[in-house]
């Protein structure tokens, strides 16, 4: 506070990151179903709609504003959560085990390797999907939740990887040379050793991998099929119909659920850091 620049610029800051949030959770318990700027009064209408407990009745002009259809919003919602949780196991397991070997080992093509691994994540989403589409359509694998999966998997590798040899550069190597001078094999000092210091940078990974996957449009959108329509590509087509006041709704319980991640993780890793 004696800085007072300082502080209207960090109070600005905030404003412009969060004061959007706030808008859209303001505005999704509007009850006018028209122009979500008009506050027409309070109503928990197109979060019942939502969950399917309910539709909005019509509004004074008769125009036959309905919520849209719940099982395609579960639908869309079931296939985020499977390529998630499918990408996120695979995007660890991978990305830590490449991490680990840029760390602990010393080859001829570790420079190729470094540089691949950036360029997925420097590479605009629009080329990456075309890109992934040209070679999904070349070795004739047919568009779905499979071809999403592995099409995430090419860069949330890369996220992984970062946040892991993050936490491997402030490890202390003494620790698994001692492990290995008491006689345990290199299983034993990966499991008992390695593995629960590199906790918080795999649960880091791992949380950032789930929420880029269940945010991610530009890429899913080009690899997608017929029946593997994901979340964002739901509200997306949504939002081309026009802004409905659902979207808001919808947008509401998406930021509660990352903020409950997020929230999960920083308690997992205090947890971790007192033990």
């Known amino acids: 506070m004696k800085r007072p620049f300082l502080t209207l610029f960090a109070l600005g800051f905030f404003a412009f990151l969060y004061v959007p949030l706030f808008v859209i959770i303001g505005y999704s318990f509007n009850a006018n179903p028209v122009n979500m700027l008009i506050w027409d009064g309070f ?35 079931k296939n985020s959560l499977i390529v998630a949780g499918s990408t996120t196991v695979i995007s660890t397991l991978f990305g830590t085990s490449l991490a680990l070997a840029l ?70 190597p003494a620790l698994e040379e001692a492990s290995a001078d008491l006689g345990a094999n290199a299983w034993t000092t990966f499991r008992k050793v390695t593995l629960p210091q590199l906790a918080p940078g795999l649960l880091g990974g791992a949380l950032l991998a789930f929420i880029i996957s269940m945010d991610d449009l530009v890429i899913t959108y080009f690899i997608s099929g017929t029946g593997s329509q994901t979340l964002p590509i739901y509200i997306f087509g949504m939002i081309r119909r026009g802004v409905k006041p659902e979207i808001n709704a919808i947008a509401t319980l998406i930021i509660l659920a990352s903020m409950l991640v997020a929230a999960l993780g920083l308690w997992l890793r205090a947890r971790q850091d007192r033990s």
């Not at 602990?104 to 589409?133: E, H, N, S």
């Not at 047919?142 to 936490?167: E, H, K, P």
Request: proline share 5%; aromatic share 10%.
């Open 43 to 77: 109503t928990l209408d197109w979060y019942r709609g939502l969950l399917g407990l309910g539709t909005p009745a019509l509004d004074a002009q008769n125009r036959g504003i309905y919520i849209e259809s719940t099982p395609q919003l579960l639908a869309a919602l």
């Open 103 to 172: 760390a602990r080992f010393q080859f001829r093509a570790k420079p190729l390797y470094t540089g691949g691994l950036m360029l997925p994540i420097m590479m605009p989403d629009i080329v990456l999907g075309i890109g992934l589409l040209i070679f999904f359509s070349t070795i004739g694998l047919r568009l779905s939740l499979l071809t999403i999966v592995l099409g995430q998997c090419t860069f949330l590798t890369s996220y992984v990887c970062i946040t892991v040899q993050a936490r491997l550069a402030g490890l202390d």
